[in-house]
C-alpha cells in the first residue's frame, strides 16, 4: 500500500447559474482520520458533500476515491463503494421499526464487499437473521439497542438523528461522510454524537462530517478545512484552526470556543 489519500478532492468547482458556489477545492483524507468541515451559512459544505456523494456534478474538478475518479458515478455506485453520507435534514422512516430500518440500509451492500467492511466478511453472503444480528449490533453501537422495536417516526427527535447515523452504518462505510449530525440537538445529545462518531473512527472507519458545534469540531477532529464563500481558506489541527487569523474573521468571531 502506498500513502495514497482514501479521499482526494482535485480542483472542485461548482457554479449555480452565475453563482460560484465552490471555486477550485483542492484537499486530501487519509484512511482513519476524522476530519471537519467548517465554515459560515452558504460558505458551500454541503455543496462539497452533494458533489464528492454524487448527488450533483461538479462545473469542473474532479473526486478521486480510493484510487478511483469518481466523475459520473452515481451515488448508489460510491455507496457500493463504501463512500456513505447521511443528510442535514433528519431522514423519514415511514411505519418501520428502528431495527428494520438499520436491515435495510445493510442492503446498500447487497453485493459482495470489495473489503472487509464494518460487521462484514469480503464476499460473505449474509442472510436476513445475520442482517438483524448486524443491526442489532450497529444500534448496540449508536446506543439506541433499547429502542430496536421502537416505530422509528415515533423516536424522539435526537434518536431519530442517531438513527440515521445506523442506517448508514450499516451499509458498512469506508468513509462516511455526515452534514451537520448535532442539528437541532441540545447538548447532551450533541455529546453522545461526538462519543458516537469517535467509536465509529475507533472501528476504522474514516469519518468526514459537517458540523457548526464547536464543542464537537474542537473535541473530535484529528483535521478541520474551513471553506468560506467556497475556497478553503484552512486545513489544519484543531489548534491551530482555531488559532488562524483568517479562520476567526471568516466564522470564529462568531463563537465563544475559550
Ligand atoms: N441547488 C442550488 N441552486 C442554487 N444555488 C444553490 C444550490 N445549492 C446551494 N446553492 C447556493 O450555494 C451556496 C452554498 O450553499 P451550501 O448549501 O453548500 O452551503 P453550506 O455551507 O452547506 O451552508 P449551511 O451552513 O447553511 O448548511 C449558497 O449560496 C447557496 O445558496
Ligand atoms: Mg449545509
Avoid: W
Amino acid at each position: 500500500m502506498t500513502d495514497a489519500p482514501l479521499l482526494a478532492v482535485q480542483g472542485l468547482s461548482r457554479r449555480f447559474g452565475g453563482l460560484v458556489a465552490l471555486d477550485d477545492l483542492t484537499f486530501a483524507i487519509r484512511q482513519g482520520e476524522l476530519v471537519s468541515l467548517i465554515g459560515p451559512n452558504g460558505a458551500g459544505k454541503t455543496t462539497a458533500f452533494n458533489l464528492i456523494a454524487g448527488f450533483l456534478a461538479p462545473t469542473s474538478g474532479r473526486v478521486v476515491y480510493a484510487g478511483r475518479d469518481l466523475t459520473g458515478m452515481a451515488p448508489h455506485r460510491r455507496a457500493r463503494l463504501g463512500l456513505v453520507r447521511t443528510f442535514q435534514q433528519a431522514a423519514v422512516f415511514g411505519d418501520q421499526t428502528a431495527v428494520d430500518c438499520v436491515v435495510a440500509g445493510s442492503h446498500v451492500r447487497a453485493e459482495a464487499g470489495i473489503q472487509a467492511g464494518f460487521f462484514g466478511t469480503p464476499g460473505a453472503r449474509r442472510d436476513e437473521a445475520s442482517r438483524y444480528e448486524a443491526a442489532l449490533e450497529v444500534l448496540r453501537l449508536c446506543g439506541l439497542d433499547s429502542r430496536a422495536t421502537s416505530r422509528a417516526s415515533d423516536l424522539p427527535y435526537g434518536e431519530q438523528k442517531v438513527l440515521g447515523i445506523a442506517i448508514a452504518l450499516a451499509s458498512r462505510p469506508r468513509l462516511l461522510m455526515l452534514d451537520e449530525p448535532t442539528a437541532g440537538l441540545n447538548a447532551v445529545e450533541s455529546e453522545s454524537v461526538s462519543a458516537i462518531l469517535d467509536r465509529i473512527n475507533e472501528q476504522g472507519v474514516t469519518v468526514f462530517v459537517v458540523e457548526h458545534d464547536m464543542r464537537v469540531v474542537m473535541g473530535l477532529s484529528d483535521r478541520v478545512i474551513v471553506l468560506d464563500h467556497g475556497q478553503v481558506i484552512a486545513d489544519d489541527t484543531p489548534d491551530r484552526v482555531r488559532a488562524d487569523d483568517a479562520v476567526i474573521r471568516a466564522y470564529l468571531g462568531d463563537f465563544d470556543i475559550a
